[in-house]
């Protein structure tokens, strides 16, 4: 079974891009960020995602804990460990399965960088959780079946855009 992680982002600033490449996520723009192209972010041909299929929506629903490991104080996703996290989202998916008649599948939307009002000692107003904290709960998820949306919040500014 492959995994499935999505990524997405709230963005502002500019992007490059592979030259002659079609940006996957047109209109979404990381600063000092080389956007993928749709080759990068596709699936092989023959790959399926959790509970069949390759498109997300047009046939499954999806009920996710929304949070960041580290504590609840960014929500429900934090308020315990990922054990009980899964088991968490697991009775919420079955709980709304009775309003769906497509299945309705657990998910986590996992903050992956905290956008920050002050700036790091990097200078970026977003605090970047280390990968190899995100992969041990990216992986117990996987192998329970729950899919996994990385939420980005990269934001940078300049001092004359300081309010």
Sequence with gaps: MAGAV?????C???ATAS?????ALPGIVIPGVEV???GDVLPPARS??????RNLFPDRRFVALYGHPGGPALGAFGEQDTAGAITRV???AAQYQQFSAEPVLPAFEIIATVASSDPGTDGRF???TPPDQLRPVIDEAEAAGVYV??????????????P
């Design 6 to 10: 999505i990524l997405t982002a709230l």
């Design 19 to 23: 030259a002659g490449a079609q940006p």
């Design 149 to 162: 949306v990385l939420d980005l919040q990269p934001v940078t500014r300049t001092s004359s855009s300081r």
């Design 126 to 128: 977003s605090r970047i």
């Design 90 to 92: 697991r009775d919420l």
């Design 12 to 14: 502002v600033g500019g």
């Design 48 to 53: 399926e995602l959790f509970g069949g299929g």
């Design 36 to 38: 993928p192209t749709m």
